[in-house]
């Protein structure tokens, strides 16, 4: 079994909301990311987790912030965006370090801030 | 830095016709990966590449890994409208989390 989950699907919020993104894999995968893409472009790496810990932030605003409650689970939490914010979310799986192995990704939120 | 660039950026072509895409570095990869992706969905994996030389095939495409490790094809042999989407290729940094992602190529497929 290969697959990543996320939920929502989709998701409206407005700038004061507060919202949460969820990922789960179980293929005891020890690496998970979160993505933002916009469209037509390639996905861009926000944080990666490795063993639970965070182990890069790519200088995302404080607005989002993500947490790894367990090995399986990963969340994006979501507070005052910007109509900028806007794009699909990916979250994505590997086994460990990038050379170790291939990247799993899940369907995605498309999210639309108002 | 690492890059992978794709050519062509954006292809349009008719159902039948076969196409290539090619993704190309100046750095050594330990392996590649290529994805499809349709709108609002997210990156499908397609094949992990490892070997230099490598080809494998899935289907109607086929994959090849340069000798060198610094670049790779994928042919589609009698492109269907279903292929329509953005195919990327990605490839690991040596000693870290990150992937690269190559530019991406559009492909449209017509009827």
């Known amino acids: 079994d290969t697959e990543v989950t996320q939920t929502p699907k989709h998701l409206v919020m407005g700038m004061t909301n507060k919202k949460s993104l969820k990922c789960e894999q179980h293929?005891?995968?020890?690496?998970m990311y979160w993505y933002k893409q916009k469209a037509k472009k390639p996905p861009e790496l926000m944080f990666v987790?490795?063993?639970?810990?965070?182990?890069i932030n790519e200088s995302v605003p404080s607005r989002f912030s993500p947490e790894c409650p367990n090995s399986s689970l990963l969340n994006l939490h979501l507070h005052a965006l910007q109509p900028e914010d806007s794009a699909l979310y990916l979250c994505?799986?590997?086994?460990?370090?990038?050379?170790?192995?291939?990247?799993?990704f899940g369907p995605g939120t498309r999210l639309l801030v108002l | 830095t690492q890059l992978l660039e794709q050519s062509p950026q954006f292809l349009s072509i008719q159902e039948g016709e076969n196409l290539t895409v090619y993704c190309n570095s100046s750095?050594?990869?330990?392996?590649l990966q290529w994805y499809r992706q349709e709108p609002g969905e997210g990156p499908v994996l397609l094949v992990t590449?490892?070997?230099?030389?490598e080809v494998k095939k899935l289907k109607r495409l086929t994959f090849q890994f340069g000798d060198a490790r610094k670049d790779s094809s994928l042919h589609i042999t009698a492109a269907q409208p279903g292929d329509t989407g953005l195919y990327l290729c990605?490839?690991?940094?040596?000693?870290?989390?990150?992937?690269?992602f190559g530019t991406g190529t559009r492909l449209k497929v017509l009827a």
């Open positions: 750095s050594v990869f330990s392996s």
């Open positions: 293929m005891g995968h020890r690496a």
């Open positions: 590449v490892v070997t230099g030389g």
């Open positions: 990605a490839g690991p940094t040596s000693g870290t989390y990150k992937y690269i």
């Open positions: 994505a799986s590997s086994q460990g370090l990038a050379g170790a192995g291939t990247q799993y």
């Open positions: 987790y490795s063993y639970e810990k965070l182990s």
